[in-house]
Structure formats: C-alpha cells, structure tokens
C-alpha cells in the first residue's frame, strides 16, 4: 500500500483540511456506495498547470495595499508547491483589462496620433507592481508557466481610435504583430518568458465600457498566418499561438481559424462564460494535435450561496481536465472589498478574486477559489499526466493523474445531496475507501514524494 495524504472539504467551515491517511478510519470496501476505477492503461493530455491572473488590480493589491508580511505570504501560499497550493500557470493581460484601475497599453499615443515604428513602446506599467510579482512567483515555482492575452491593441490602431470597441485597422496587422514581439522581448529581459499568448480576449465580446476588440475568425486567421506567426519565426520567439480565447458555446469560431491556420496555431483556449466543457472535446476531435486551454472562469455574486459557488468551481473543474483541457485557470487573483479596482466608468463588479484584499484595512482573506484551486494544484502537479477514471454512480465527479514522481493524484466531487462512501482503486486493486459529505471534496496523492 503506498503512502496516501488526503485533503478534504466539507463545508464552508472546513475547507482543504490535510488528512494522512493513517489518520482516516479504514472502512472495509464492501461497504463502499461508490466505486471509483483508475486504469493506468488509459492516458490523455499533460497537464501544464493550474491558476489565475496578476491583473492590473491584482497586482496592485498585492504589491503595494498588502505590507511585506502579508505579502510575503500570500505568495507563498499561491505558489510554494510544499508550503502553499503551487499554482503554477498565469494568463495575464498586456494592458489594461477590466480589472485594471486605468486604461492603458504598451504604446499610448494623444488623439490623432500615430506611431508605426512603436519608438514609444514600453511596458514600465508592468514594471510597477507586475513583474516584481511574477518574478516573486517564478522563484517560489520555477516551473510556472507565463502566458498573456490582450484586451485590445493600442486605440490608434483601431477603428475607434480608443481601446474600447472598434477592430484592428488591416493597416496595422503587421505592427500588431510586431507589438507582440517587443512585449515578449521586453518581459525576457525581465528573466520571464512567455509561454504563449492568444490573439484577442473574448473576440466576439466588444463591451463599450472596458478594453475591448472585436475581431471575427476570418481576421483572427488572417492575422496569424500572415503577421503574427511569420514575425515570431522571424525573431525566433518560442512563444505558442492559441487561437479564440472565448466561450464554449462558440466552437465554430476556433473550427473557422483552425482551418485556414492549423499549422501556424498551437492550441485553442476557452473560458467557461457560455455552453459547455464537451465543446474542447469536440473541437479537438477535429484538430487532435492541437492542445486544449482553458484559460479565464471567475466565480461571483451571480452564484451567491458559499455551496452553489465552491460546487461550480469543483465540478466544472473537473469537467475541464475531463475535456481533455492542459490548463485551469481562473480570473483575478485579488481583489478588494468592493470586488475591484475596475476601469473608470465600470461600475458595480460582482466577480470574485482568489484572495479578497481589504483596501481599507488591509485584511486579506482567501476565498473559496483559493480552496478550490488547491484541490487541483496540491496534487496534480506539472507535467502530470491523465489517467482515465470512471465511478459506479454519475453524480460522484473524478478526474486522475499520474505524476512525474509517479504518484497518483485524484480529484473527486461528491454532486448529491447524501454522504457517499467511496472506494478508489487502481487498476483494480483498491487504494482507499473513505466517506465525501454531500456537495463534499476530496483529493487523494497516493505514492511518490507526498509534500
């Protein structure tokens, strides 16, 4: 029997609670109402990892409302793999998102102006509060991974001349593309390379309130076979190309890239906003040598009750990895009291970050995302690789990983409204059996090097 450490939740008042197993009753698997198989035979996607954004407001919060002490931990308890949650994925804007206290990009210019040699590009905003903290991350997990996604070009390079609504100028295709390129240069000089990026956050959304650009998949396809792609060839930039970065219910979008641009992208990225997880199933059916992301779910006060909420993140979680997904990332990873900073003339935000920092008090709180996330984190560690598992009962939600210290991680999320007792086991030998409260989580690490 290999060493087994299980970490629970059972409620608001008992959240992420480590149990060894020793520590657990050992009930006999006969009894068991549930049984969960791993087959070790069956693998799907490598997983990169799990997180949530340094948006501007993020980044602010933690950097300068926190003081060094709290600072110095909440990092630690985001990306220390033994002594936090270890996140190790990042999705952050270039430039300003809604979650931002100004709206800015990396070459603003006056009304009128233009500048197509970018000489006044810089990302010194970046240099304030963001980069310091990436780099505090990248330290406290050198295996994190750093991708970014614009909400808009530069307004001059746009319809609207402003970074709110409007579509890129075909004119400015290719300073676009070469946008991409000094950013990515700018943050390796930082010591911080870009894992990937997406073209466009939400294309098909052009809010008039926030950064936004509306760019339709005949223009995405455009831009990255004929821009994008061939100026990161020519810089010889790593960086992946993620096409879409949008909805589930909109898989005919990536399909339209995709098939006119399937060499020149690496994969597709999603977010939960809209329709359902199978759509990365079904668009990686089509295009199998393409990875799946998923890359920007926030909870909030449109879930208000902590159960609804903490049960969303835990099964659409686990329908994401079970859709084959190689990221899972939610949104901002602070925010304050009144659910910003927002860009001016937002208004009323009702999202919710992965910790809570108290403007006023400088209290700082971890949220039920935090929790969350660290079901997946924890134990699903990078470069893990999926098992397949399948339960006795529909309503008892798991996903499964081998690690590279080969250690089995499983998540499991009991859907019902009854106490189950469940029996894992692993290529038919049984690992564990153990109750999950009703709306209750479990992660189980079984072997390897437990943290």
């Known amino acids: ?19 060894p197993a020793g520590s657990l009753p050992q009930l006999p698997a006969d009894g068991a109402t549930v049984t969960i198989d791993i087959d070790p035979g069956r693998t799907y996607q490598e997983m990169d990892g799990f997180g949530a954004s340094f948006t501007d407001s993020a980044a602010y919060l933690i950097h300068q409302v926190l003081g060094e002490e709290r600072r110095t931990e909440v990092m630690r308890k985001l990306f220390d793999p033994q002594e936090g949650i270890g996140l190790s994925f990042l999705r952050n804007p270039m430039g300003a998102s809604d979650y931002a206290r100004t709206v800015y990009s990396y070459n603003d210019l006056s009304e009128g102006g233009s ?55 075909p004119e400015y295709y290719g300073v676009y593309a070469e946008y991409f390129v000094r950013f990515i240069q700018a943050y390796a000089a930082h010591g911080l390379p870009i894992y990937a990026v997406t073209v466009q956050n939400e294309p098909l959304y052009e809010p ?10 005949e223009e ?50 999603w977010h939960w906003y809209g329709g359902a997880a199978a759509a990365q199933s079904e668009v990686l059916a089509v295009y199998p ?38 990221s899972f990332v939610l949104w901002n990873l602070a925010l304050d009291e009144q659910n910003g900073p927002t860009v001016p003339g937002f208004g009323e935000s009702t999202c919710r970050g992965v910790v809570t920092v108290n403007q006023q008090t400088r209290e700082l709180t971890y949220t039920l995302d935090y929790y969350a996330l660290a079901h997946f984190s924890k134990v699903i560690r990078p470069q893990a690789v999926r098992l397949a598992s399948d339960a006795s009962r529909e309503h008892l939600r798991s996903v499964a990983f081998r690690n590279r210290d080969g250690s089995v991680a499983a998540v499991l999320f009991n859907d019902s409204d009854a106490e189950e007792t469940v029996s894992v086991r692993l290529a038919g030998e049984e690992l564990l059996t153990l109750t999950i409260a009703a709306k209750g989580a479990v992660s189980v690490k079984a072997g390897g090097k437990l943290e």
Request: aromatic share 10%.
């Open 1 to 19: 029997m290999p060493d087994i450490i299980v970490y629970r939740s059972s409620g608001e008042n008992s959240l992420f609670v480590e149990q």
């Open 208 to 217: 008039q309130h926030y950064p936004s650009m509306l760019m339709l998949p």
């Open 289 to 326: 040598n393409h990875e799946v992301h998923f890359t920007e779910g926030s909870g909030g006060e449109w879930i208000p009750p902590f159960e609804q909420a903490f049960s969303n993140v835990m099964r659409t979680g686990i329908e994401i990895l079970r859709n084959h997904s190689r």
């Open 220 to 269: 995405q396809r455009e831009f990255i076979t004929g821009y994008l792609k061939p100026v990161f060839r020519q810089h010889g930039l790593a960086a992946k190309i993620f096409c879409y970065d949008h909805n589930w219910d909109r898989p005919d979008y990536p399909l339209s890239v995709l098939e006119g641009a399937a060499a020149d992208v690496d994969g597709v990225a």
């Open 115 to 169: 500048d197509p040699e970018l000489s006044g590009f810089s990302i010194a905003h970046d240099e304030a509060d963001i980069i310091p903290l990436v780099q505090q991350a990248v330290q406290l997990n050198p295996e994190l991974k750093l991708m970014a996604s614009p909400w808009s070009a530069p307004g001059w390079m746009k319809t609207s001349g402003s970074m709110i609504a409007g579509r890129l100028k």
